[in-house]
């Protein structure tokens, strides 16, 4: 029963997994859109159908579905500003033609940054050689093309667009379908080369069979093929059996099939179906079986109802198991409540029940029922034994770690797995996690921080099956986190030594020098947590040595040792603070103390060098750093100098009596009572005794200020006295005077008063006048604010006349009246008094007043004019000067002159006595020197300022006037001024200069032509009156007068000299102009001559006239039309002309407007795919050199103008790349700078001939043409080009040659026909070459080379390229093409 069951089943697995690989590719195909949310899809299908049968096999032609499909992948979770996912702007298309032809798809991507675009396959099939990628820079398009497409070219193939944001896949499908010719062709070509083996016609229905699936014009070709000659019959036959298939409302074309597979997998029954309604109801069957297990080995034999439990029982002891199918019932599916078991789709004609997840209970036989037609297919499913995929190998893990064992069973299974660890099942908690894949077969158990503890044996039971695998804890390496660090101590300190290890379950041993310390008394261990460390107290120089902590853990051999060094230094103190000198009073306590930085540090104390040990009333104490010696009662035997030491330590001090200063009383008392007196310029001397030890600091102070000592100030000190002496008293020591005596035991002060005795010190403040009149002074002052130590007794007063030395006492009041008149006193004369103070002692310094009159004062006069000189000689001149404006209150008795040479500061008075007039003759003066001079006016006051300085005069004889000016003449003229030139006088003095002056001829005054003489000899009169006659006469003048006119002998015109007309270009206008049509045009000239030129414009030698205006001035004319037309063109002139002569000028005008259109445009075919055009040339060709012409085409199939050619020079053209078949128009333009002229049409679309065909047929003999070789030549050569940068240059050339001749495209010596850098194609008797986006490097020579077997032609072309500004080589490339064949 097995065996029959597996070869029933085994029959077709192969034609199954066939039908589920094609409709896994196709189901692929449709729902890759369901994974973005940005893909669409559109899916069409159609099937055509094919049967040829040829040697008893069937052929399916090429076919596949219409596909086209988008998706979009973002890789980024942000994408950055500016930046963007790639996508298609323009979407592809899915094309469908005939074997043979060619395909194009053309995708435009976006993105940023610049996605990367590749083509594929969606087979996986690469590309075909005959398939080429490229990117158009025109178009911005990347394209596939395919040339001769073949039936294995069909495909979907899938553009995929990709940056660092995402993907972009676009899938379009290619169908091939087959071309009859060419299966023809190749059908011949077969017969030709095998040999044809006879085989027998088939059978009737065979031939039926192949018949159904060709086309109708193909039957008698098929019958001849295959030897049938009842062709009437078969006919007649095909028509009956198609009718009867019309009747039937299903045809299934392809049947359910029986599928074996595995649990949990999926699995698809598909069938295709032809229905005539579409509507027709469809439903699908389960018939369920049950399954019944028959164990057929030698152990046992068993029949079971339910074969679970037998199968996994002798599955598992390997039995030879077979299954027997029982009918339990048939159910119908229902499809939208199984909850996604059954699903049910269409694919065009396919119809397909996908049944998920399949079990032991899915099998059956399923059955759909279409109409009256029922297909069944069985579903079988094979079940495994149960087993570990994976070993459970024992388990290595460091502690701490997490151990994991994982098996992974051959399937599922409901049975409960049991993991145990030294035979105790693990229970799931935070120690131990178990875990089951998403799949249910992986299973997985981790133990968390695995320690020692953990180590043992793991197992892992399910069902029968049982593995067992130990586990290994490695323990962790003790670290020191912490390592021991040397220590350095001082003696008597306290020593640490610690550590940090990684783990705290350590066993610890300490070592010095190698010697184990752990039981030592003398140390104190700690341990805390993973810390441990050593201390020792008050540390000697024996600690000193190596210390070392040794710590082992169980279940590990290693020792790991941290050591450290303890060093010991030696402990020395420092003063911290030392004895200082003490003095003490006789009998009282006293201290001596030494403060040290360490407390730990003894020392020793010694008097006079001498350690003390018994000295009496003297106890040394120590507390903590501080060493103290205490005296109870200081006596003459404790002084001494007393030094402590210690270790690295030593403090000094000396230790001595001292009593306080003391004065006796009885002297303090007598200078209390009475003061010392002493008088001005004698020696006072203060003597005062006292007594202490040691000697007491003595400071002397006056009025609470030390006492310095001086030349007149010395202080006498001695050891019981000390002696104040003030030498040459004067009344300022007066004061109180206190002595001070200071030591470190105590103060003693004595007070007493200095009484100096002097004359009164003078009246204080400023007098004041209580009365000033011409009879009397009265006034008033305060008394002196030191009377000097004596009473004042009177007051002394003095006067003076002002600006007199000498005083008068004028008299003396007693010292009770601070009052005093002075009647004796003269009007209006200023005094000055001064106050003294007497006292027995003498006067005291005066008090002076300010100058004060009597009456009214008396002023100096004020300044005289400035004086003017006369009568100049070589040494005399006469000086005269006003009277001052005031006279200060008193008549002027006289003045005072004086004189000074130019430069000099001293003044010398002319007079000795005073003058009384106003006019001096000053005489005694050296010749040829310039002399100042300045008065000073004087009244009974005095002498007032003196007058404002003179001007300078030189003392010289007079100068003599200038004679007649020489030679007057006249040097040039115009149209506004004369130009005279003369010669300097004969007689007479020098002149300074000339006087020139004018007047018209009609005139009788004389005008000046300058408000100031003339210094030259030339000069120019301007402001005159056009062709009037002036007058001119000129004189000398100088300082010693005006000499006598000169006059011209006639009058001047005033007027240039005559001279022969000229124009002053100076560059504004040149000979040649260009204009636009409708601009202005503006001919403007400058000329000079004399007289005025007359001006006549000429145009082409005829006077212009009609629409220009011309404007004429006496050095300008301008011609001007306001708006220019093509007529105004030529050549203009303007002719000058006076009475000395003639001038012309001429300027060549050219007025450009838009180019008139060609004409008379006639279109030829001359090579299969190419057009020529010919045209009449534009009349504004010859005229404009950069006139061109500009072609264009356009398919009758669209209104858009494509442009064919630029920069046409010649009045012929040949458009290339026409494809046959089509309609064409043609247009030409003319172009120049200023715009393009009307379009020239082609009245009529030419069509374009497509190649003829020929096909024989099977019943002609196949027809051999003549042989026809010719040689390669060029019927049309390539054109010299110049491109601009960046743009794109195509060549191309027409040419003949039999056998088609191979082309080969050279750079200069270079062959560039494979480089991926260019473009080229030759076909149809026309090769092209393209140069996309031409560079400064593509500039040179190319070179066509075409060669067959009767010989070789070259063709060769001249490429520049040019920049948009390089007008030079612009201007130069066009001057070319006129002359040659460029092509711009």
């Known amino acids: 029963m097995a065996a029959e069951l597996l070869q029933a089943t085994g029959g077709r697995m192969e034609q199954m997994e066939q039908q589920m690989g094609q409709m896994r590719q196709m189901s692929e195909m449709q729902m890759s859109s369901s994974s973005s949310s940005s893909t669409s899809t559109f899916s069409m299908s159609s099937t055509k159908l094919r049967k040829v049968s040829q040697e008893h096999s069937v052929v399916q032609r090429k076919t596949s579905a219409v596909v086209e499909s988008f998706s979009q992948v973002q890789k980024s979770p ?79 193939y899938k553009c995929i667009a990709s940056n660092e944001h995402g993907d972009a896949i676009y899938s379009i499908s290619l169908i091939v379908t087959e071309n009859p010719a060419m299966d023809f062709k190749k059908m011949l070509k077969k017969r030709s080369v095998e040999k044809r083996e006879e085989k027998k016609p088939p059978t009737e229905e065979e031939m039926l069979k192949i018949l159904s699936g060709a086309d109708k014009k193909d039957y008698e070709r098929i019958c001849a093929e295959h030897g049938f000659t009842d062709f009437r019959g078969i006919l007649r036959k095909l028509k009956e059996m198609k009718k009867k298939e019309e009747v039937e409302m299903v045809r299934v074309l392809k049947p359910l099939e029986d599928i074996t597979a595995k649990p949990d997998t999926n699995v698809v029954f598909d069938t295709i179906l032809e229905l005539k309604d579409p509507n027709i109801k469809m439903y699908w069957f389960l018939v369920i079986l049950k399954l019944s297990a028959v164990c057929v080995c030698d152990l046992c034999v068993c029949v079971c109802t339910c074969a679970c439990v037998c199968m996994y029982a002798c599955m598992y002891a390997r039995c030879a198991f077979a299954y027997t199918n029982r009918l339990q ?79 992974r069973l051959s399937k599922k299974t409901d049975a409960p797995l049991i993991w145990k660890v030294k035979g105790k099942e693990v229970k799931r908690d935070e120690k131990f996690y178990v875990s089951l894949s998403e799949d249910g077969l992986t299973y997985t158990l981790k133990i968390k921080d695995v320690k020692v503890s953990d180590t043992g044996d793991y197992t892992i039971s399910i069902g029968d099956l049982t593995a067992t695998a130990p586990l290994f804890i490695e323990r962790i390496p003790i670290k020191f986190t912490r390592p021991l660090k040397n220590v350095c101590v001082t003696e008597k300190g306290k020593a640490r030594l610690e550590c940090e290890m990684s783990s705290k379950d350590v066993h610890v041993r ?19 947590g993973k810390r441990a460390e050593v201390i020792m107290e008050d540390c000697e120089l024996e600690d000193e040595g190596e210390y070392a902590i040794v710590c082992t853990q169980d279940n590990d051999e290693h020792e790991y040792v941290s050591s450290a060094n303890l060093t010991v230094d030696e402990r020395f103190a420092t003063v911290m603070s030392g004895m200082s000198d003490a003095q003490c009073p006789t009998g009282s306590p006293a201290e001596l103390c030494v403060v040290l930085n360490d407390e730990k540090v003894d020392g020793v104390w010694l008097k006079d060098g001498v350690e003390i040990s018994d000295l009496s009333g003297v106890q040394v104490v120590k507390q903590g750093a501080v060493h103290k010696l205490l005296f109870n009662g200081v006596t003459n035997a404790h002084q001494g100098k007393y030094t402590f030491r210690a270790k690295g330590a030593e403090s000094e001090a000396v230790l001595t009596i001292a009593d306080p200063p003391e004065i006796d009383s009885s002297v303090l008392d007598m200078l209390g009572s009475q003061p010392v007196t002493v008088k001005a310029g004698q020696t006072a001397t203060i003597k005062i005794p006292f007594k202490g030890r040691p000697p007491p600091k003595v400071t002397w102070y006056k009025d609470g200020l030390e006492v310095m000592e001086d030349e007149r100030t010395k202080v006498e000190r001695t050891a019981d006295c000390t002696t104040l002496v003030l030498s040459r008293c004067v009344r300022e020591d007066s004061g109180a005077v206190m002595l001070r005596l200071k030591s470190d035991c105590g103060t003693a002060v004595a007070n007493l008063h200095l009484n100096v005795i002097d004359h009164p010190k003078p009246p204080q403040g400023k007098v004041e006048f209580l009365e000033r009149s011409r009879k009397c002074i009265k006034m008033k002052w305060k008394a002196p604010r030191d009377n000097g130590g004596k009473q004042v007794t009177s007051f002394v007063i003095e006067r003076r006349v002002a600006s007199k030395k000498s005083w008068i006492r004028v008299g003396e009041v007693d010292s009770s009246t601070t009052v005093f008149s002075n009647d004796k006193v003269e009007e209006g004369q200023a005094y000055q008094y001064r106050i003294r103070a007497v006292n027995s002692e003498g006067m005291s310094d005066p008090l002076e007043t300010e100058e004060v009159f009597a009456g009214e004062p008396i002023e100096p006069p004020g300044m005289a004019s400035q004086p003017q000189v006369s009568n100049v000689t070589r040494d005399t001149m006469t000086v005269t000067w006003t009277t001052p404006a005031q006279d200060g209150g008193a008549p002027i008795l006289g003045y005072s002159l004086e004189r000074r040479k130019k430069g000099s500061s001293m003044w010398v008075q002319v007079n000795k006595e005073l003058l009384t007039d106003t006019k001096y003759v000053v005489d005694g003066l050296m010749d040829d020197v310039e002399y100042e001079f300045r008065v000073t006016s004087v009244n009974r006051a005095g002498a007032g300022n003196p007058s404002s300085i003179s001007n300078a005069v030189l003392a010289k004889d007079p100068i003599r006037a200038p004679g007649l000016v020489r030679n007057l003449c006249v040097s040039d003229s115009s149209n506004s001024s004369v130009s005279l030139r003369w010669s300097p006088p004969d007689q007479g003095d ?99 001559g004399s007289p005025p030129p007359v001006v006549t414009w000429l145009k082409d030698g005829i006077p212009s006239h009609g629409r220009e205006v011309i404007t004429k001035s006496k050095n300008h004319s301008q011609l001007l039309i306001s708006s220019s037309q093509r007529s105004d063109s030529g050549i203009y002139r303007a002719h000058l002309k006076n009475d000395y002569g003639e001038a012309h000028y001429d300027v060549s005008v050219r007025v450009t407007d838009f180019p008139r259109p060609p004409k008379n445009l006639r279109l030829v075919e001359e090579v299969p795919g190419t057009v020529t055009l010919q045209w009449d040339h534009t009349p504004d060709l010859a005229a404009d050199e950069g006139a061109h012409y500009i072609i264009l085409k356009r398919d009758t199939s669209t209104a858009s103008w494509f442009t064919a050619a630029e920069r046409v020079f010649s009045n012929r053209y040949t458009v290339t790349g026409l494809l046959p078949g089509r309609k064409y128009y043609f247009r030409v333009i003319a172009r120049n700078s200023i715009g393009d002229s009307d379009p020239l049409d082609s009245k009529e679309p030419l069509v374009i001939a497509k190649e003829k065909e020929c096909i024989s047929s099977l019943l002609l003999k196949a027809y051999a043409p003549p042989s026809r070789q010719v040689k390669p030549s060029f019927l049309l050569p390539l054109k010299d080009h110049a491109v601009r940068r960046g743009h794109d240059c195509t060549m191309s050339c027409a040419y003949q040659g039999m056998p088609t001749p191979q082309a080969c495209w050279y750079k200069g010596d270079s062959k560039i026909s494979d480089s991926p850098r260019f473009w080229q194609s030759t076909a149809n008797g026309v090769c092209t070459l393209v140069i996309p986006t031409c560079g400064a490097k593509d500039g040179g020579e190319y070179t066509l080379v075409l060669e067959n077997p009767l010989g070789m032609a070259k063709c060769s072309c001249k490429l520049v390229i040019f920049d948009k500004d390089d007008k030079g080589l612009l201007e130069s490339l066009t001057n070319r093409a006129n002359k040659e064949k460029l092509i711009l």
């Open 990 to 1088: 020098d002149p300074s200069g000339y006087v020139l002056e004018v007047r018209p001829e009609d005139a009788k005054e004389w005008m000046k032509a300058t408000k100031i003489p003339i210094a030259g000899t030339a000069f120019t009169v301007g402001g005159l009156q056009e062709r009037m006659k002036y007058l001119f006469r000129i004189r000398a003048v100088n300082e010693g007068g005006v000499g006598e006119p000169v006059e011209l002998s006639e009058g001047v015109l005033a007027m240039p000299p005559p001279a022969a007309p000229r124009f002053d270009l100076q560059g504004k206008l040149t000979n040649q102009m260009v204009v636009r049509a409708g601009a202005v045009l503006c001919l403007h000239l400058s000329f000079n």
């Open 78 to 156: 942000q994408i950055p500003g500016g930046e963007s996912v790639p996508d298609f702007e323009e979407k592809l298309r899915p094309i469908t033609a005939q074997e043979g032809d060619k395909a194009v798809f053309k995708a435009k991507v976006t993105g940023k940054p610049v996605p990367s675009v590749t083509w594929e396959r969606a087979s996986g099939c690469p590309l075909s050689e005959g398939t080429k990628t490229f990117y158009d820079n025109i178009n911005k398009q990347y394209i596939l093309k395919i040339k001769s497409l073949a039936l294995e070219d069909a495909d979907v």
């Open 510 to 528: 300490w070592l010095k020098d190698g010697r184990d310390i752990t039981g030592n008394p003398r140390y104190i261990f700690m341990r805390e």
């Open 329 to 407: 019932g048939t159910e119908l599916l229902r499809i939208q409540y199984s909850h996604g078991k059954y699903e049910v789709k269409q694919m065009g004609t396919k119809y397909m029940l996908c049944v998920s997840s399949v079990s032991l209970g899915d099998m059956g036989t399923y059955t759909l029922q279409v109409g009256d037609k029922n297909l069944s297919a069985r579903l079988t499913v094979i079940d495994e034994p149960l087993k570990f995929l994976s070993d459970f190998k024992p388990m290595r893990v460091t502690e701490r770690q997490t151990a994991v064992f994982e098996v």
